[in-house]
Structures are given as C-alpha cells and as structure tokens.
C-alpha cells in the first residue's frame, strides 16, 4: 500500500507562490503515474497537473504557465509549484498516486488565495 501526505498549503496573497509536497510512504512511487488534483468551493475535484515515470507533464488549462509538477525519485516525493496565484485556485489540493492498477490520495492541503 502507498500512504500519500501532503503538505506545503497555507494563506497567500494573489500574485504569490506556494510549494506543495506530497511525500510517498509504504512502497516506491518511482513507477507510478502521480497527479495534482484540487476541489474548489462548492465544486467538484478536477485535475491540475500529472507526470509520469518518465517525467512527462500534463497541466489544466487554468494553470499552464504558472504551476509545474515535479519528482525526486530519491525522496518518494512530487511536488507542485505555483506562482502567480489567484483568487480561483483556492482549493484543497490532493495528491494522487496510480500504481499497480490502484489509485491512492492524500489528505489534502488547503491552498487558500487572498485579493
């Protein structure tokens, strides 16, 4: 099994950046295609960003440009970096994991977005 923990949200002014973690534990995500997902207020879950083992990235529209998805195989560990945040990506952000045929997901981390 794969636990997933997020960590890295908080309260930050539009125009601002945040670093999200997503730390991997219980088995290698080294092999796994791993994703960003978040879920505004009173909206449903939608995807931000995906990589896969190879490094290969895919952004939602609503961020390219501004957010970039990335690993360290070293540290089980993905991340994603945000800059220039606005107001609509307040969200909680979850981590996503798909290895062996199973997806795992994070707690979530709160990403909160002040004008």
């Known amino acids: 099994q794969v636990q997933l923990v997020e960590s890295g949200g908080g309260l930050v002014q539009a125009g601002g950046s945040l670093r999200l973690s997503c730390e991997a534990s219980?088995?290698?995500?080294?092999?796994?295609?791993m994703g960003w997902y978040r879920q505004p207020p009173g909206r449903q879950r939608e995807l931000v960003a995906t990589?896969?083992?190879?490094?290969?990235?895919n952004y939602a529209d609503s961020v390219k440009g501004r957010f970039t998805i990335s690993r360290d195989n070293a540290k089980n560990t993905v991340y994603l970096q945000m800059n220039s945040l606005k107001p609509e990506d307040t969200a909680v952000y979850y981590c996503n994991a798909q290895l062996l045929w199973h997806n795992y997901w994070g707690q979530g981390t709160q990403v909160t977005v002040s004008s």
């Open positions: 990589i896969n083992p190879l490094g290969s990235t």
């Open positions: 219980g088995s290698s995500v080294n092999s796994a295609a």
